[in-house]
DNA sequence: GGCAAGGGAAACAGATCGGTTTCCTTTGAG
DNA sequence: CTCAAAGGAAACCGATCTGTTTCCCTTGCC
């Protein structure tokens, strides 16, 4: 009912169904119904589809980022362990009933001009999960902290993908042992300290 | 003009058009144009568009992993060799101008339904490129070959997806570093020859 | 030459697409 | 109470979707 809660709720149904359905598959009809508003109401809040999706994958962007740094921060308080924890956080994602990938994976299915604002939003929030792990790396004191956070967001990347498809949340415990491996390979030792 | 060759044609095209725009955006009346064939020939072979999807996938699916596997073993000759020159195969691949990931990662984009056949073929594609990584494990001498190749096939998978959206083929050295440490250490030295 | 089969072009069908407009009701503030 | 703004329901628009059908022309085979 309040007038500042309803396009954040239209965002909210386009999520669900995009992530679901993909982008081409949704019609506006559709989220229209299942976000309880009349048409009148959406185009007013929105110019277009595009620009429906485009608010969609930048309210993802913020929710999902901020949402999976608490999750990580919840589960440890070092950075080592932190780097870690990013696996756990994702098993969880993994798990839950409404897993459908990365919906900043899936966009860029259907969206493969690279100039298209659709995949600047994909590319900043991949780069944005990256700084966040470069950031962890440099706190656990890696050597050479952009190098190894591009192998972990590769893992993770891994991880997303092969739980999407093979419908089990595995893939994340297999990314977290060679995390394991890596974060034992380029951090200083504890003796160091 | 062959008859034959008039459905492969037509998938080929298809195959194309489904990986740059995806799988709903792309309409059988733009696939017939570019195939140039008529509505009437294209409805003659495949009974609705979704058993030409299917189609696609399962010719794309044996075309693809067949070019993948020669390409590899033009690269290197031992099975060691074999499974870091997967990496260097795939770099080639991102490099390419039509390079717009994997068909099989957008498909599910689309369909999420588990049940959905266009998701049977997807699953069964990462399961053959799985299988193939855990036969060069064995044949290298890795003491879990099973427990590697789903490391490396990780590896695979997240470097895919990190160089469609970043339109980067970095990636690809990335993942290789990274498949020269688990290697190292996870097959038996050359010492035991 | 004759003839059946296949294919091309295009009309057609019914549904849905994104998007606009009309009309009427509700609602909140002065 | 009044009145302007906002929203709902639904008609409407033109375009496009998957899929079917019609008509005509080519082509290969006997």
Request: hydrophobic share 45%; proline share 3%; aromatic share 8%.
């Amino acid at each position: 009912m309040p007038i500042l809660g309803r396009r954040d709720h239209i965002i909210d149904v386009a999520i669900r169904l995009f992530c679901e359905h993909g982008f081409h598959a949704t019609g506006v009809d559709r989220i229209m119904r299942e976000a309880k508003v009349s048409k009148k109401t959406l185009y007013n809040h929105f110019r277009s589809k595009d620009e429906l999706i485009l608010a969609a994958l930048q309210q993802h962007d913020s929710v999902f980022r901020n949402n999976f740094v608490k999750d990580v921060e919840q589960l440890a308080n070092t950075p080592e362990g932190q780097l870690i924890a990013i696996f756990d956080a994702a098993e969880a994602w993994f798990s839950k009933q409404n897993f459908f990938g990365c919906m900043f994976v899936n966009v860029v299915g259907e969206y493969s001009d690279p100039t298209s604002p659709m995949r600047d939003v994909s590319r900043n929030f991949k780069q944005m999960i990256w700084r966040y792990i470069v950031s962890l790396c440099v706190e656990a004191g890696a050597k050479n902290p952009e190098k190894l956070a591009n192998e972990l967001a590769l893992l993770f990347e891994g991880a997303i993908v092969t739980a999407q498809i093979s419908g089990s949340a595995l893939s994340a415990s297999t990314a977290k042992n060679v995390a394991k491996q890596l974060l034992a390979a380029n951090l200083a030792k504890k003796a160091d300290k």
